[in-house]
């Protein structure tokens, strides 16, 4: 059962580059999203989607898109990279986007470390 | 607007004694309330939650945490530190919708 997987796990870009986050689940999930972590500021969230074809944006969304045509995948893209977005970055998956998020679970991937320099 | 504050940035304990991890929440509506831990260069993973029916709640590794309305707190607690429970935690309270707001993290350190 492979869960959240996101890939690649290291990643060193150069100012103004683009790349993408990729983030696959397999337990049918509704609800998908991306955090950053930064120390001392705990995670936060960047986008979110309640199913395939519905996004929108988190607390900190400056710089990032992302889009949802399948249940299972949900990339996260950096249109014009900058160092301010050197972070940690996690997907998390849920089952369930209207029902109390106390009733399921959230499963977080292992994360994507990301240096822009 | 919920929010959740760490009352420390880091704690540190000898093997074998208690641990106490602070947490204090607002929240305008009775919260979901989670432990998340997150071990060096490893995701996040679920210790206990909080979903409005017992006040003391027990998670995996021996934690418990009790939700307390009149003081805003849901601290997390073992009796007996182990070496691998060294790790960064995390308290956090659901928000409308299914998004969770993540307090900025505890570093526990466990000395032998």
């Known amino acids: 059962n492979a869960g959240v997987t996101q890939t690649p796990k290291f990643q060193v870009l150069k100012t103004g580059q683009s790349m993408t986050l990729q983030c696959a689940q397999d337990?049918?999930?509704?609800?998908m999203s991306w955090y950053r972590q930064d120390p001392g500021m705990g995670l936060r969230l960047i986008h979110y989607?309640?199913?395939?074809?519905?996004?929108d944006q988190g607390e900190v969304p400056n710089g990032y898109n992302v889009s949802r045509s399948t249940t299972e995948d949900f990339p996260l893209r950096l249109l014009s990279a900058a160092p301010s977005q050197t972070s940690v970055y996690f997907c998390?998956?849920?089952?369930?986007?209207?029902?109390?998020?106390?009733?399921?679970?959230?499963?977080f991937g292992s994360g994507t470390r990301l240096t822009v320099v | 607007a919920q929010s959740v504050t760490q009352l420390d940035s880091h704690v540190s304990v000898s093997e074998g004694t208690p641990v106490l991890l602070r947490c204090n929440y607002s929240?305008?509506?009775?919260?979901?309330l989670f432990w998340y831990v997150q071990h060096p260069n490893k995701g996040l993973q679920l210790l206990l939650k909080?979903?409005?029916?017992?006040?003391l709640v027990k998670g995996i590794n021996g934690f418990e945490a009790e939700f307390k309305k009149s003081e805003t707190s849901f601290h997390l607690t073992k009796p007996s530190a182990h070496m691998s429970d060294a790790a960064e935690y995390f308290c956090?309270?659901?928000?409308?919708?299914?998004?969770?707001?993540f307090g900025a993290g505890t570093i526990l350190r466990v000395k032998s």
């Open positions: 337990m049918n999930h509704e609800y």
């Open positions: 909080y979903t409005s029916a017992a006040t």
């Open positions: 989607s309640v199913g395939a074809g519905i996004t």
């Open positions: 956090v309270v659901s928000r409308y919708g299914n998004k969770l707001v």
């Open positions: 929240s305008s509506y009775s919260p979901s």
């Open positions: 998390a998956s849920s089952p369930s986007f209207i029902k109390a998020p106390s009733t399921y679970g959230y499963t």
